[in-house]
């Protein structure tokens, strides 16, 4: 997919459980949400609905029953976040925003050398 749509934090919660099992009928993800979160059947129904009109899921009915399928691959979803939160945070700006994980977080002799093979192969591609 290549434009992904945007995903509430809320909505994303239907999400990981169809990325983990797919399909899930609607009472599957009420029991799983309704326990998880103390959302009411409706508001879980609501984000049911919300993402099917973004075109993030799409259902089947079998029987009396609704199957979710995710129309949103975890990776595309995933993809989406970190450029918004790249946007939002760093305007854009990916080598400030590496920088500034590297600076302020642990890394061990093993990570340094992965980030610095990435970094090698980035400067040839």
């Given at each position: 997919?290549?434009?992904s749509p945007h995903i509430t934090e809320a909505e994303s919660e239907v999400m990981h459980l169809l990325?983990?099992?797919e399909p899930l009928s609607a009472n599957e993800i009420i029991a799983k949400l309704s326990q998880q979160m103390q959302w009411s059947d409706q508001t879980i129904?609501?984000?049911l609905n919300r993402l099917h009109k973004k075109k993030a899921i799409r259902f089947e009915k079998s029987g009396r029953n609704y199957l979710y399928y995710?129309?949103?691959s975890h990776d595309d979803y995933l993809k989406a976040e970190n450029q918004s939160f790249l946007n939002r945070i760093y305007n854009?700006?990916?080598g400030l925003l590496c920088?500034?994980?590297?600076q302020?977080?642990?890394l061990s002799e093993k990570d340094i050398?992965?980030?610095?093979l990435i970094l090698e192969n980035k400067k040839k591609s």
């Open positions: 997919m290549n434009e990325w983990q099992k129904k609501t984000f995710p129309l949103v854009g700006a990916a920088a500034k994980f590297i302020e977080q642990p050398e992965e980030l610095q």
